[in-house]
C-alpha cells in the first residue's frame, strides 16, 4: 500500500515537472480529451473513419492545449469558450437537477437573469417570482 503511495507521489510530482511552465488541463482541453474518450468508445461499435478521425483531431488538440506554453492566448480561448456554453452548461446542471429531484421540485430559469429557480412540485399554476431580478412569470408545477 505503501509503495503504491509512493508511486502516486512520483506520477504526480513528474506530471509537475512535465506541465511546468505549459497551459494544462482547462475547460477545453477536458471538453476535447471527454469527446475524444465518447467518440473512441462509439467507435468500438461503429467503426467509422469520420469519427476515427474526429476522435486523432480532438486527441492532438487536447494535447495540443495542455502542453502549448502560450498560456495567456490558452486561457483566453478558455474563458471564451466557458462563457460560450455557459447556457447549454446551465441547461445540462439543471435537467441533472430536474432529474435527481424530479419527485419533489421542479427547476426554472429566469427569463431575465438565467437565474436558477426552483419550486415546489404540485402547487398548479403560480406566479413565480425570482429573487434576484424580481422579474415575475407564470409556470405550472
Ligand atoms: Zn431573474
Not at 37 to 47: D, G, K, R, S
Not at 48 to 68: D, E, H, M, P, Q
Not at 133 to 138: A, S, V
Request: aromatic content about 14%.
Amino acid at each position: 500500500m505503501d509503495k503504491m503511495r509512493q508511486f502516486g507521489y512520483l506520477l504526480q510530482s513528474r506530471m509537475a515537472q512535465v506541465l511546468y511552465g505549459r497551459n494544462g488541463f482547462d475547460n477545453m482541453a477536458r471538453t476535447s480529451y471527454m469527446t475524444a474518450f465518447v467518440l473512441l468508445v462509439i467507435n468500438l461499435f461503429a467503426q467509422n473513419a469520420v469519427i476515427y478521425f474526429l476522435w486523432v483531431a480532438l486527441l492532438g488538440y487536447a494535447c495540443f492545449r495542455i502542453f502549448s506554453k502560450n498560456i495567456s492566448k490558452r486561457y483566453a480561448e478558455n474563458q471564451k469558450f466557458m462563457s460560450m456554453t455557459e447556457m447549454p452548461r446551465k441547461y445540462m446542471k439543471l435537467a441533472v437537477l430536474q432529474w435527481r429531484d424530479r419527485a419533489t421540485s421542479r427547476y426554472y430559469i429566469c427569463k431575465g437573469c438565467h437565474q436558477q429557480i426552483r419550486v415546489p412540485k404540485g402547487k398548479g399554476r403560480i406566479e413565480i417570482r425570482c429573487p434576484k431580478c424580481g422579474e415575475r412569470f407564470i409556470k405550472k408545477t
